[in-house]
């Protein structure tokens, strides 16, 4: 067999390059499509997901409601319900924008023993004070080791948000323990369960809560 003229090979060449070419664009077309066909439904999945996690949490919103209001309707709390901005619920954030006195804003904190793990409890003191996690709380859940709630912990044990966690309608049999300080003021602000409202009670009504003891020395000065 003779080679083949110069002109004809060169022209084979470039048609295997091009037919090569074109090849490789249909495949990088469809890779694309299926690319995009992929992220559109990683898209889709993301924003259903998304969608079914706020219904989940605005459901699970108002359950806790509907448990705290239950409870302070059942126990005959006299109350205020002060209407918040979210942004505002935490203690020192929601004195200083709605003028409340820091002292008369009480903190309900969730405490969890680590040595044993499983045990927990609830304490109430004013914010200005501290709570005295290594002596009195110890000794009253009688654990070796504890600290404070993570904001996790806090929300599967109550069903609410740190700045919003109230001592109605937390789970049966949990301890609740308040500071004795805190009778001597004539108002506490507390959570209501929501970050959205605070209930102003005289702090004598959560004699009403079962399962609370006032405790001498739960917290210190801060």
């Not at 409870?71 to 203690?91: G, M, P, Q, R, W």
Request: aromatic share 6%.
């Amino acid at each position: 067999m003779f080679p083949r003229p110069l002109a004809e090979a060169k022209n084979t060449v470039e048609h295997n390059i091009a037919a090569q070419e074109r090849a490789h664009s249909v495949h990088t077309k469809s890779a694309l499509f299926v690319s995009a066909q992929w992220g559109r439904h990683i898209v889709t999945h993301h924003i259903k997901s998304s969608i079914e996690l706020e219904v989940s949490i605005m459901k699970s919103r108002d359950d806790i409601g509907a448990k705290v209001d239950s409870s302070v309707n059942e126990l005959k709390i006299i109350h205020d319900l002060i209407e918040i901005n979210a942004d505002f619920a935490d203690t020192a954030a929601f004195c200083e924008q709605y003028n409340f006195p820091l002292g008369h804003c009480g903190n309900t904190i969730i405490v969890a023993a680590k040595k044993p793990p499983g045990k927990y409890c609830a304490c109430i003191v004013g914010g200005s004070e501290r709570l005295d996690v290594n002596q009195t709380v110890k000794r009253l859940m009688g654990v070796s080791r504890l600290s404070f709630a993570s904001a996790e912990e806090t929300q599967n044990l109550t069903g609410m948000m740190i700045g919003g966690v109230t001592p109605f309608g937390l789970p049966a049999g949990l301890s609740i323990y308040a500071d004795e300080k805190l009778l001597a003021l004539d108002y506490v602000i507390l959570g209501s369960g929501s970050r959205s409202s605070k209930f102003k009670i005289n702090p004598a009504e959560l004699h009403k809560v079962p399962g609370l003891n006032f405790v001498v020395g739960l917290s210190k000065d801060g």
